[in-house]
């Protein structure tokens, strides 16, 4: 199956009725890819169709013979108007429908059967058995079987724009198929007569009496209008039609809303600016009291008689120095204005700052009182719009029971009038014999026009079918539908097979991201890192187990470009590979040679307590990305990652990295997986599109369910793109959309 949608980053999908339905292009795409059976089951439909018409027309041919039966309209005029009425074409069909019904019923079929000359004929004769005496063995048994065939293949057709009725009868004898037609349309027309008068008596006593009824109940509507308007003390209740109209109660309700709106305004300005009169009466003096407290007689008197002073002192000091009497007693009475100015000023800015905030509290309180007032009154408005919206309610239904009432009551009036008119018409109803059923001069079946184009379809819906059994049968985990349809967890990314993005083709797929950076499957584990970080909370899933259910799944690279990503985003990430038993990471990161004796320990080293952290970590190469190699293998790989050692070497390598990234082993085969999964943040599982099955899947997804591991989603790895799929148009755009950027950045 082609893939052809892609997943939210913000959650899984759910196994929904939407994503069982195949769109529009998954079934194109099913079709491509199987349009060679599809081509060959055609064409073996079309021979089998041609040999079963060949075979029929040999041994087995039928012939049908037909006769019309005119039905005349059941108005050809109205004795009303001056010149023919017009019966509508729907009417006439309606009642050519009913004739031929009246043909097709039991009754009717069974007073054909009882004619001596349709008994006679070899068509019935094959239905009965004789006795010695030529009379009919078991009668009742006989009936019944040529009343189902004739059932069958009897068949009497009103024509929707001709006024005809199609008698038809279908048998292996040309010349008993006429007379069996002839035979039917006699008693037809011998049946008709003075049922239809009767008929169309009935229906008028029945309009009258329903006639009555509405009559009856437009009375009742009209006292219950009357009754809304006594009751209410609203005065115009009706809505004027053909232009906007609001009641004074809703002008009122409008003008408090907006009046209590602008009050709301301006109460919160008035808290506003006393919360910052508050602050500005515990803190120092701002310019605007100061400006006010300069403006005060005093400190302006005070302020004349310092700078005299100040005057008067330096006049002194230049006649008299320093140390004199009449300078000191002149300085003492400069400190002294000084500090009365301090005074006084620290006094009035007090007061100017009290007066403020009480003013602004009294107008606060003012506000207030009157919100309190306008809500009254908005309440009362609003028991008022209550009160009339009640009342036209009533009063609407009301009318539109009458109304409907006089609408019923000029139908009934019509119909009556116009099924008078059919009774008193002396051409009310009547059919008439067109002419009599001839025999027949070719077969009616078997039709090469019906066999070879049947032959065809059948074998085209059984290629067809054939190809979608085939793709739903199919129970790997290919496309992004599947994993929302039976896996029902959050689809990370879609990892492209390498084949499918010729950028790649010649670089090692763990270092697709840092080698070919602008290829579509560095894209998708970009995305893949993108959606990591949007689907929990900032630093919530920070160390991250990348692992699958078997070996070979491609985990090791998902694990390797992921970390590869990160690092790309400005993050230091650290790499541990946890996989005991089939390291990979010392091959995908080989130590320089200087660093081969240096970084010979490993995690399980590091857990065994052979060596400390430093020791344990190693560059691998690229900035801000570190390695931990699995190191020599343990006897009991495990329970050592299961060890208090391995949580404190998560938990302390948070503090000197943004993101840990472990490559564990496959959950499936080894139970170190589901240890790991208890320890990490969260766990992302990597499906194999051309290896892994839906079984393994949700089995892998159970067992970590089991241990409570959170899994935050899953990676679709190596997905080829099939013949009409998504990706095949992906790849075209993303090709085009980079030359695009290339072109624009030279």
């Known amino acids: 199956m082609a893939v052809n949608r892609e997943t939210s980053p913000a959650g899984p999908r759910r196994s929904t009725a939407a994503a069982v339905t195949l769109t529009p292009k998954e079934v194109w795409s099913i079709l ?10 055609t064409i073996l439909g079309f021979l089998i169709g041609g040999a079963a018409w060949y075979s029929l027309l040999q041994f087995f041919p039928k012939y049908t013979a037909q006769t019309l039966i005119r039905v005349l309209p059941p108005i050809e005029k109205d004795p009303m108007l001056i010149g023919g009425g017009i019966v509508p074409q729907q009417i006439q069909y309606g009642y050519r429908l009913s004739m031929a019904n009246i043909i097709k019923q039991q009754s009717t079929l069974r007073e054909l059967i009882d004619k001596d000359k349709v008994r006679e004929t070899t068509w019935f004769r094959r239905f009965a058995k004789y006795d010695e005496q030529g009379r009919i063995i078991n009668v009742n048994q006989c009936i019944l079987k040529a009343f189902k065939d004739l059932k069958k293949h009897f068949s009497a057709f009103a024509h929707r724009d001709a006024e005809f009725v199609v008698l038809s009868m279908t048998c292996r004898k040309d010349q008993e198929s006429a007379d069996i037609v002839n035979e039917m349309a006699t008693l037809f ?34 006292q219950a209008l009357a ?99 009449v300078v000191r007693r002149t300085r003492e009475l400069v400190y002294e204005i000084k500090d009365e100015r301090k005074i006084r000023q620290s006094v009035i800015a007090e007061q100017v700052r009290q007066a403020n905030l009480k003013n602004a509290q009294d107008q606060l309180i003012v506000l207030l009182d009157r919100s309190d007032e306008l809500e009254r009154l908005r309440q009362e408005a609003e028991e008022d719009k209550k009160d009339l919206d009640n009342a036209r309610v009533q009063y609407e239904q009301r009318v539109a029971i009458r109304e409907e009432r006089k609408q019923t009551l000029d139908d009934i009036k019509a119909q009556i009038e116009r099924y008078r008119i059919l009774h008193d018409d002396p051409e009310t109803p009547k059919v008439q014999r067109v002419g009599f059923a001839q025999k027949p001069l070719e077969v009616s079946s078997p039709r090469w026009e019906f066999y070879f184009p049947g032959g065809t379809i059948l074998g085209l819906i059984s290629g067809i079918g054939l190809a979608f059994a085939l793709e739903l049968l199919n129970d790997l985990v290919r496309t ?29 797929l763990c270092h697709v991201v840092r080698q070919a950076p602008y290829s579509i499957i560095s894209e ?102 570190d390695i931990i190699d699995a190191g020599s293998m343990p006897a009991n790989p495990a329970e050592l990652l299961g060890a208090l050692r391995m949580e404190e070497l998560i938990k302390e390598q948070r503090k000197n990295y943004d993101y840990i990234v472990v490559d564990g082993p496959p959950v499936l085969l080894v139970s170190d997986a589901k240890v790991l999964a208890k320890i990490v943040d969260a766990t992302v599982l990597v499906f194999n599109a051309s290896a892994t099955r839906r079984g393994a899947a949700q089995r892998t997804i159970r067992e970590l369910k089991a241990v409570d591991a959170r899994i935050v989603g899953c990676v679709l790895f190596a997905v ?27």
Do not use: W
């Open 227 to 325: 009754q809304v308007r006594e009751t209410s003390e609203f005065t115009d209740l009706e809505r004027p039609a053909g232009r906007y109209f609001q009641h004074t109660v809703t002008l009122q309700l409008n003008q408090l809303e907006l009046a209590q709106n602008d009050l709301i305004l301006l109460i919160k300005q008035a808290k506003t600016n006393i919360e910052n009169l508050e602050k500005l009466a515990v803190g120092p003096i701002n310019e605007q009291v100061e400006r006010q407290v300069e403006g005060d007689p005093v400190m302006v008197m005070l302020a004349q008689q310092l700078a005299i002073l100040e005057s008067e002192l330096a006049g002194q000091l230049t006649r008299f120095g320093e140390t004199h009497r």
């Open 189 to 222: 027309l011998d049946s008709q007569g003075d049922t239809k008068q009767g008929e169309i008596s009935a229906k008028l006593t029945e309009l009258g009496r329903r006639r009555d009824d509405v009559r009856r109940d437009l009375t009742v509507a009209e």
């Open 720 to 746: 080829r793109a099939l013949k009409g799929g998504y990706f095949q148009e992906q790849f075209r755009s993303y090709r085009e959309y980079q030359k695009l950027q290339v072109a624009h950045s030279t």
């Open 524 to 625: 998708s584990y970009r995305r893949c890192r993108t959606n990591i970080e949007l689907s929990g909370s900032a630093g919530s899933m920070r160390a991250l187990l990348v692992s699958s259910g078997a070996a070979g799944d491609g985990k090791t690279s998902v694990a390797v470009n992921l970390a590869e990503t990160f690092v790309t985003g400005n993050k230091k990430v650290l790499l541990i590979d946890a996989n005991f038993r089939r390291p990979s990471l010392q091959t995908i990161f080989p130590k320089p040679v200087e660093q081969v004796e240096q970084s010979k320990f490993g995690l399980s080293d590091l857990l065994l307590g052979r060596c400390g952290y430093q020791e344990a970590i190693r560059p691998s190469g690229i900035e801000d990305l």
């Open 32 to 41: 491509r890819r199987h349009i060679l059976l599809i081509i060959v089951l």
């Open 480 to 508: 992004p539908r599947d994993v929302a349809r039976f896996l029902q967890i959050q689809l990370l990314s879609v990892i492209p097979d390498r084949d499918e993005d010729e950028q790649v083709r010649d670089i090692d």
